[in-house]
């Protein structure tokens, strides 16, 4: 009995230790996804995913009470801000006159990411509400067991 | 005419849905936030239906994909009254749902899932391209669902798994039949497919999928063998959830089959004979149920059958003048069905019940309630000043005309089943003394305050109006449903709308 538990605060310690390293290292390997998709168009579906793989992990190391202290705001508000997000990119081109959900691109291109379209912004949105989705399934989950 | 305004109303449906869930919690600043969103929504759908009306059609290539490539939005004239009438109903139940329902259901999301499926189904409305419209399907069957569960007592999850096993079924069906037709032509679009199907040479395999498409929207619209899901469905879930599902939902499915049916496929013989059976068996097994029923809202879901079996019937016939009474009934229908659920809401706040023999006195009660719900109840069998009468009229003349006897004994076997039973709904309700005395605890709707009575009482009274309206200035919906069926067996100004003059 003593000897199992000894092992799993072993257990924890390495994952927490990876987990500490792992979770910018998924997060910013999200943002790549973000912004480079699967053939160069944007990812925010696999992006988000990755993302939200991150926090998982980090509830799994330390608890989900943790990971929730984590984020300023719940994050099941991060699903209406997403979707907020995916909504005004698809209204842009409409104020410039073009159908709804037209890419629109700016003039000049971005140093590091190139050039920009609303697509991208429609992929922010896209991103914000898997990572909400997931997280607020997962921490509801969470709380009931 | 291409404009961006066509999706105003389904993206103010959208933005209302999103805005809701910021406010996840807060009933008071939901209800708020539902109405001001379906008003606005209502008078943008007023707006989009008078630039149809002065314009024609109007269409929009959704991302500045081309058609038949991209996905198109387009509305006609019978998409215009579809989409009106959604955003009259909507608005109506809209408000109604802010008072009818307890504080727990609106926190468990019900006007964010509300402005989803009316979104849904404005989108199913104006779409011009089959699998999107099988996508709106499936936004609106989700919806459904989690309207008809939340809250699920026992009695209700049993309709509930009928209703979704059920529409599962009809949502594989229709997927399959999109994919059979897409092996066969290559295309999604649904004014592409009119030219493409019209050029395939295997006519058999054409008419087979056009009833695999039959079937799926069959279920949906609960046509003869596949409608009992619906009676167990729709009585157990809360009057304004009724409302809206029996008003709308059922009448997707009509819409659905009355585009396939008059652009993708023209009929040939042994549909129309298909159609005429499935009317005549819908119209009669719909109009025997009613008559063992007790519960005032069993009556109302049986109705729904047998007046689908009215649809049918029309496109049965598949003449000019037989749209022109489909579509004149589907505006009476639309806004009589939705009121008749709403009218039973109040009656449950009333007295607790909608059991018929436990119910009564409710005119000695409730006098100006009972004039506006008889005005109701009357529309919809069709006593003459009132809307139901002149498309059914319309509809046995045609019948008449199309020498179709056993269809025109069916549709007047139901249409006196409906007078039958609506005249026992008025006698044994409103009429006859009460059986039990009735006691203060039981009377809900005395202890709601004067707002919620507003709130309860108004979209009754408004939608009462407009029925009787529609009436009384029968003519002018009579030209408009005109307009709507030239459209519809004219498919060639639909397809060169959406193509363009390139053909």
Known sequence: MEKNRNNERLDRTILRTSTNYLLPLLILFSIFLLIRGHYLSGGGFVGGLVASIAFVLHSFAYSPYQTVKMFAIKPFFVIPTGLIICFLSGLLPVLLGYPFMSVVWFADSVVVIGALGSALIFDIGVYMVVIGVVLTILFTISENT | MITNFILAPILMHMFTAIVLLFFWQKVLVQKIISIVGNSIAFLLCLRMFEMTMSNGYLTLQLGSWQAPFGITFIADTLSAIMVLLTALVSLAVGIYSTASLNESRIRFGYFFIFHFLVMGLLGAFLTGDIFNLYVWFEVVIISSFILLTVGGKKRQMEGAIKYVTMNMLGSVIFLTAIGILYGITGTLNIADLAL??????????????????????????????????LPSAYHTPPSAIAAIFGGLLTKMGVYAMLRVFTVIFQPDYFTLVLFSVIAILTLLTGALGTINKKSIRRVLSYLIVCHIGFFIAGMGLNTEWAFVAIVFYLIHDVIVKSNVFMISGVIVKMRETVDMTRLGSLLKDYPKFSFVAALVLFSLVGIPPLSGFWPKILLFQETFKQENYLLLAALIIASFVTLFVIVRIWSEAFWKESPKPITEEIDHFESFPFSGKIALIAPIVGLAFVSLYIGLSANSFMKLSEKAAYEMKNPEIYIENVLGAKQ
């Open chain 2, 196 to 229: 493409k199907v019209a050029q395939v040479e295997n006519t058999g395999l054409v008419t087979v999928t056009s009833l695999l498409f039959f079937v799926a929207f069959g279920i949906k619209s609960a046509v003869f063998p596949l409608y009992f899901w």
